[in-house]
């Protein structure tokens, strides 16, 4: 049997990391064809070259001369910049497309690779919560499958595996409270990135930490399962989990519910997203119920997070709205990180942009572009940045 050729956007970022774990145990099943970062070029090209990539794209282009440098004389194809990425995931050279690029990045690459009739394994959110209508309606149109490979998602599919769609009541998405769940609502003002950025469970990225932190993250999860599940928004539920063991739940008519369980480790998502229907035949980390007698849920304090409560407005208004909502809040983060704003700002920010941004209900592509330049020009106007 021939291998599946793989091409991973964001490689260099946990998420692609952890696939490329899960390539070197699964290296009779999985071949990597292409790999693109977007800014770490020495440690693609240590990739590229450990796994024989015949493609990599670095999106920065200010490093594509140290990484073609780097490679040089290796056979490997070198290039750079958004277009590229766009090329990579279209190209007929690969199966199976492993999107983890973070942000709005993500969008296009994601309809390229649709249209070419690729499988996609998402990892990129804000493929759907930008552009879930558009996306889905391609999809359905070129027959592709998209398998979620947040945890979240991918329980509910695990948990809706063999059950019919007129039974679902509700999705239930857990959350851990991220890392500010302990912390007074009247001391949010003076929290910084670093103790917004240490998460009690989840190893991840600094920007979805943060959004972790704010619930924004939550909220996008929520955009998301509508699209990937075709359910109404209110029937998508959000509880505090502090264990982050209860990856989500499925409530049926009946009255039953369904959950997945395990360990706060992504390569179990991850794998099942490439290996299905199968799965995995060994784990990467064990997990026992009895390490975890305690399981606690909790209401979420829509005063302390207040994301979650916009991302449902955005569902509700539909069109450009969550694309607004996205724009605003890539901005914002980054200006957290950055000290250039503080944290309460951040939700202020969205908030701001919203309100002040223009509406396409029924939008194409190109509007979306627009609504994301507009949102992004509207939050560094309300944060006062360049």
Known sequence: MSKERLAILGSTGSIGEQTLDIVRRHSDRFAVDTLVAHSRWQRLAAQATEFGARNVVIGDEQYYASLSEALRGSGIEVRAGSE?????????????????LVGYAGLHPTLAAIQSGKRIALANKETLVVGGDLVMAEARRKSVDILPIDSEHSAIMQCLEGEHRHNIRNLIITCSGGALRNTPIEELGSVTPEMALRHPQWQMGAKITIDSATLVNKGF????????????PQRIK??????????????????????????????????????????????????SILDHPTLNFAAVDNA????????????????????????????????????????????KAIRYSLDNAGYTSCPTLSDYDDANTEARNLARRYLKID
């Open 221 to 232: 999860e929520v955009i998301e399962a509508r699209w990937l599940f075709d359910i109404e």
């Open 304 to 347: 302390k997070y207040p994301a979650l409560g916009i991302a449902y407005e955005c569902l509700e208004r539909g069109g450009t709205a969550a694309c607004t909502m996205n724009g605003a809040n890539e901005v914002a983060v980054a200006a957290f990180l950055a000290h250039k704003c503080g944290y309460l700002d951040i939700v």
């Open 238 to 287: 959000v509880v505090i989990h502090p264990q982050s063991i209860v990856h989500s739940m499925v409530e049926f008519s009946d009255g039953a519910v369904k959950a997945q369980l395990g360990s706060a480790d992504m390569h179990t998502p991850i794998s099942y997203a490439l290996l299905y229907p199968e799965r995995a035949a060994e784990a990467f980390e064990s997990f």
């Open 84 to 100: 590229a990425i766009r090329e990579a995931a279209a190209s007929y050279r690969s199966d199976t497309i492993v999107n983890a």
